[in-house]
């Protein structure tokens, strides 16, 4: 063999080695965008390189295969299911109490799924290999709730901290935890009843109303009295 045929081998292995070497790292990156979705594009933004974020998101996903994650039994999918919908209740007349509430009880299905809860970047990381497109909402529910802890947290935004916790919780659960609300039973006194909208199951906000504090005095946020069912009786 001369030596242009062995520089010609040498040149084409080379060149093959290259190719499936660009072809595996294709691949990977394919995979890792797949998996991590937006969390792909934020890591790539704060590191340095796109090696480095590659490196960072393939380290969370073998400390996530260290877990021992637990799928929620049909009991505990209604429990968390009806402890949120009696959060949400609670946030007309209580609204900064309710999103530190919703922080909580997020955390503890967290803790149920087999997560570690001890540091919020942790939860964060170990949550992203297989909840990462709700992530935006968990951490912007966390800073709501951080600045509602000082006091800085106007209505609107504890409203919409109870939204993104909703997201993250209902990915955690398997399902909407807000179930369709049964029509009330009409009592006779009551002769004009106001109408009730079923409550529907999807990860869309709520419609304002539905989310809005009362006022004081049995007036709404407008300053409109509400208007009180009497007995023919008592007029």
Not at 157 to 177: N, S
Not at 186 to 200: G, L, V
């Amino acid at each position: 063999m001369s030596p242009t045929q062995i520089i010609v081998i040498v040149i084409a292995v080379l060149v093959v080695v290259a190719v499936a070497v660009a072809v595996r790292s294709m691949a990977r990156r394919r995979s890792l965008r797949n998996r991590f979705g937006p969390e792909y594009d934020r890591m790539v933004a704060e590191r340095d390189s796109r090696a480095a974020a590659e490196r960072e998101l393939r380290e969370r996903e073998r400390r996530h295969s260290e877990l021992s994650l637990t799928p929620l039994s049909p009991d505990s999918r209604a429990r968390y299911a009806a402890a949120w919908e009696e959060l949400q209740a609670r946030f007309i007349d209580s609204p900064a109490d309710t999103v530190g509430d919703a922080d909580e009880l997020v955390t503890r299905l967290i803790a149920e799924r087999g997560y570690p809860t001890g540091d919020f970047f942790d939860q964060i990381a170990h949550l992203s290999v297989e909840h990462a497109r709700t992530l935006t909402h968990y951490r912007d529910a966390h800073e709501i709730h951080l600045r509602n802890a000082q006091g800085e947290a106007g209505t609107e935004e504890l409203r919409q901290a109870v939204v993104h916790y909703r997201a993250l919780f209902a990915d955690l659960l398997g399902e909407e935890p807000v179930r369709p609300r049964l029509p009330e039973q009409r009592r006779p006194e009551e002769a004009h009843p106001e109408p009730r909208e079923p409550q529907e199951a999807h990860l869309e906000p709520r419609e304002p109303q539905d989310l809005e504090p009362r006022g004081p005095e049995g007036k709404d946020p407008g300053g409109r009295r509400l208007e009180q069912s009497h007995d023919a009786t008592n007029r």
